[in-house]
C-alpha cells in the first residue's frame, strides 16, 4: 500500500513538473490573476473561489485533459532508485540489442555519406532557399536525382535483427518450450491469450455496437449509428479526453474522426502551435540534410505509388521535412529504448560539448516510414494540425514500431503475440506454413511495422486507428494480423511456398476490419 501511495506521489511531481514548462500553466496563471478582480472572488475563500471559476470557465476541463494526456504516455511504473535507462528499457539485453541495431543504421547512413560526398547537413545558398520557398507547396512536382539514395533500413532487415534477439540468461542447452520452439521470435515475454484479449477489448464484442459493422448498408442507422453520432457530439461538446478515448473503441463517424482524435492527442491548434509550425518550415528552407533525400526517395518509393495517397505527395514533404527539425521530440526518448544519434562538429570527433543530434528530432527515416502520415492527410488539410496530430501519434505509438523493447506495445511483443495466437488457436496452418518455408510472421510483420497502413483501405484503416487511440495499445495490430490469417486459412492450407501464401496475403484492401477482429476474439473456441 505504501509502496502504491510512494509511486503515485512520484508520477504526480513528475506530470506537474512537466507540466509547469508548458504553455497551460502560463494560460492558466494569467487566467487567475485576472480573475482576482472579478466581484464573486473572496479573499477569505480565494482557492475554492479560484477553482470554482476555472470549473465554469473551461479551464478545469483544459487542465484534465492535458493531465490525461501525460498519464496517456507516461512509462510504465519503475523502482523510485532505478536508473534512467530502466524507463528506457527494463532489460539489458534488449537494450545491447537496440544499441547494436543503432550502430548499424549510423554505420549505413555515414557510409552512403561518404560513398555520395554528401555532408550530413549544409546552409542553403539564398538563391536555393527563395526556389524552395516558392515551391513549397508543390514540392512534388520537383524531380531531384535520387538515383544514388537508398532507404538506410527495410522492415525485412529489421525483422532478421528480432529473429536473432536472445535472452542470455537462456543457455543454449535449455529446453525450449513448445512456443518458442515453433517461432521465429525466442524471447520470453509475457503476452495476452485470447481470453485476456476479450477482456482487454470487451468493447469489440458480439453484443455491442460498432462502426465498421452497424452503420453497414444492411442495418437500419437508426438502430445504431445515429445515436452514436449522437453521443460523439456530446463528447465533442465536453471538450473530454477521456470520454472521446473511449468513444472512439466503437469507432469514430466519418464527420466527426479529425475533432475527436484532436482531442484524445490534446492537440488544438493554437497560435503559438501555428507560429512553431512556420520556425520549423523555416529551418526546412535555410537547411538541407542527408535526411531530407532519404524523406524524398521514402515518399517517391511508397505514398506517390499508393492508389490512395499520391495526392498527398505535397503535404507529406512538408510534414516530414518539418518533422526532421523537430526538437521537441527528443523527449519521448526518456521512455523509448532508442537513443537519438549524435554527430560532431568536423574535427572535434568523441568532445561531448562538439556534440550535435543529427537529425535534430533523433529519428532516422526508414523504407515506409511516410506511411505513417500518409492517412492523416484524409482527416487534416491544415499543414500546422496535420503536423501536430502526426508527431504526437509518432511520441505516442508509432516509434514503438521500429524499436527495440519488451514493451507489451512494442514490435517485439507484437510479433510473439501474433506467433503465439496462431500457434495456439490455428496450429494446424502455423504447422504447415512452417514446413514449406514460410513463416507467417515473414509475411505479416511489414502489416504490423506500418500499423498496416499502405495495406488496408483507408476507411478500414481508420477505424482500425480508432481503436489504437480507443485502447492507447498496438495490440490490436497482431490480433487483426493473426485474424487475417485466420480468415485466409482455407488457401493457405493448400499453398506449397513462401511466394504461394505471399500471393494469397498479397491484397488485403478488400477486407473488413471490424468483422475480422470481431469472429477471431469472439467466435474463436478457447
Known amino acids: 500500500m505504501f509502496q502504491e501511495e510512494s509511486d503515485l506521489s512520484l508520477i504526480i511531481a513528475q506530470i506537474v513538473q512537466k507540466l509547469k514548462g508548458s504553455n497551460l500553466y502560463a494560460q492558466l496563471e494569467r487566467q487567475a490573476w485576472a480573475s482576482l478582480q472579478r466581484p464573486e472572488i473572496k479573499l477569505e475563500s480565494l482557492k475554492e473561489d479560484i477553482k470554482e471559476f476555472f470549473k465554469i470557465s473551461g479551464w478545469e476541463k483544459k487542465l484534465q485533459n492535458a493531465v490525461y494526456s501525460e498519464l496517456s504516455v507516461f512509462p510504465l511504473p519503475s523502482h523510485p532508485a532505478a536508473p534512467?535507462?530502466?524507463?528506457?528499457e527494463p532489460l539489458v539485453y534488449m537494450r545491447k540489442a537496440q544499441g547494436s541495431w543503432e550502430k548499424r543504421i549510423l554505420k549505413s547512413l555515414n557510409s552512403m555519406c561518404t560513398e555520395l560526398s554528401i555532408p550530413l547537413a549544409r546552409k542553403r545558398p539564398v538563391g536555393e532557399q527563395k526556389e524552395?520557398?516558392?515551391?513549397?507547396?508543390?514540392?512534388?512536382?520537383?524531380?531531384?536525382d535520387l538515383s544514388h539514395f537508398r532507404p538506410v533500413y527495410a522492415p525485412?532487415?529489421?525483422?532478421?535483427?528480432?529473429?536473432?534477439?536472445?535472452?542470455?540468461?537462456?543457455?543454449?542447452?535449455?529446453?525450449?518450450?513448445?512456443?518458442?520452439?515453433?517461432g521465429l521470435i525466442q524471447v520470453p515475454l509475457r503476452v495476452k491469450d485470447i481470453p485476456e484479449l476479450k477482456e482487454c477489448f470487451v468493447e469489440l464484442g458480439l453484443n455491442t455496437g460498432q462502426l465498421g459493422i452497424d452503420d453497414s448498408t444492411q442495418v437500419p442507422p437508426e438502430l445504431f449509428e445515429n445515436e452514436h453520432v449522437r453521443i460523439g457530439q456530446k463528447v465533442l461538446a465536453e471538450q473530454d479526453s477521456a470520454a472521446a478515448q473511449q468513444y472512439v473503441r466503437q469507432g469514430s463517424p466519418t464527420a466527426l474522426r479529425a475533432e475527436l482524435w484532436a482531442l484524445i492527442l490534446n492537440i488544438s491548434s493554437q497560435p503559438e502551435d501555428i507560429l512553431y509550425y512556420?520556425?520549423?518550415?523555416?529551418?526546412?528552407?535555410?537547411?538541407d540534410l542527408l535526411v531530407d533525400s532519404l524523406i524524398y526517395k521514402d515518399v517517391k518509393l511508397t505514398a506517390s505509388n499508393d492508389d490512395y495517397y499520391f495526392v498527398f505527395e505535397d503535404y507529406l514533404y512538408q510534414v516530414l521535412l518539418c518533422f526532421s527539425r523537430d526538437t521537441t521530440v527528443l523527449s519521448h526518448f526518456a521512455y523509448n529504448s532508442a537513443s537519438p544519434p549524435k554527430s560532431y562538429i568536423r574535427g572535434k570527433l568523441g568532445l561531448e560539448e562538439y556534440a550535435v543530434f543529427y537529425p535534430p528530432n533523433g529519428v532516422i527515416p526508414f523504407h515506409g516510414f511516410s506511411m505513417y502520415v500518409a492517412p492523416l492527410c484524409f482527416l487534416y488539410h491544415e499543414p500546422s494540425k496535420l503536423?501536430?496530430?502526426?508527431?504526437?501519434?509518432?511520441v505516442r505509438f508509432f516509434f514503438r514500431l521500429h524499436s527495440i523493447s519488451s514493451h507489451?506495445?512494442?514490435?517485439?511483443?507484437?510479433?510473439?503475440?501474433?506467433?503465439?495466437?496462431?500457434?495456439?488457436?490455428?496450429?494446424?496452418?502455423?504447422?504447415?506454413?512452417?514446413?514449406?518455408?514460410?513463416q507467417p510472421l515473414r509475411i505479416s510483420f511489414k502489416w504490423m511495422?506500418?500499423?498496416?497502413?499502405?495495406?488496408?483501405?483507408?476507411?478500414?484503416?481508420?477505424?482500425?486507428?480508432?481503436?489504437?487511440?480507443?485502447?492507447?495499445?498496438?495490440?490490436?495490430?497482431?490480433?487483426?494480423?493473426?485474424?487475417?490469417?485466420?480468415?485466409?486459412?482455407?488457401?493457405?492450407?493448400?499453398?506449397?511456398?513462401?511466394?504461394?501464401?505471399?500471393?494469397?496475403?498479397a491484397d488485403l484492401s478488400t477486407l473488413k476490419v471490424m468483422p475480422l477482429l470481431q469472429i477471431f476474439l469472439f467466435a474463436t473456441v478457447t
Not at 532487415?157 to 512456443?179: A, K, Q, T, W
Not at 503536423?387 to 509518432?394: C, D, K, L, N, V
Not at 495490440?475 to 513462401?498: C, D, G, K, P
Request: with cysteine; net charge negative; proline share 3%.
Open 449 to 505: 511495422v506500418r500499423a498496416f497502413s499502405g495495406y488496408l483501405a483507408t476507411d478500414q484503416l481508420l477505424l482500425l486507428w480508432d481503436r489504437i487511440l480507443g485502447y492507447n495499445s498496438l495490440e490490436i495490430l497482431a490480433v487483426l494480423a493473426a485474424a487475417v490469417f485466420a480468415f485466409r486459412a482455407v488457401n493457405l492450407m493448400e499453398v506449397t511456398s513462401l511466394a504461394a501464401a505471399e500471393a494469397v496475403l
Open 278 to 287: 512556420e520556425q520549423l518550415k523555416t529551418n526546412v528552407i535555410q537547411h
Open 84 to 88: 534512467p535507462e530502466h524507463l528506457k
Open 156 to 182: 525485412k532487415d529489421f525483422l532478421e535483427v528480432l529473429i536473432n534477439l536472445r535472452n542470455p540468461n537462456y543457455e543454449n542447452g535449455d529446453s525450449l518450450s513448445f512456443r518458442t520452439h515453433l
Open 387 to 394: 503536423y501536430q496530430i502526426f508527431r504526437e501519434m509518432y
Open 408 to 438: 507489451p506495445s512494442g514490435i517485439v511483443s507484437l510479433c510473439l503475440l501474433f506467433e503465439t495466437l496462431l500457434q495456439t488457436y490455428l496450429p494446424q496452418l502455423f504447422y504447415h506454413l512452417r514446413e514449406i518455408g514460410a
Open 132 to 144: 524552395l520557398l516558392n515551391k513549397w507547396n508543390e514540392m512534388g512536382t520537383d524531380e531531384p
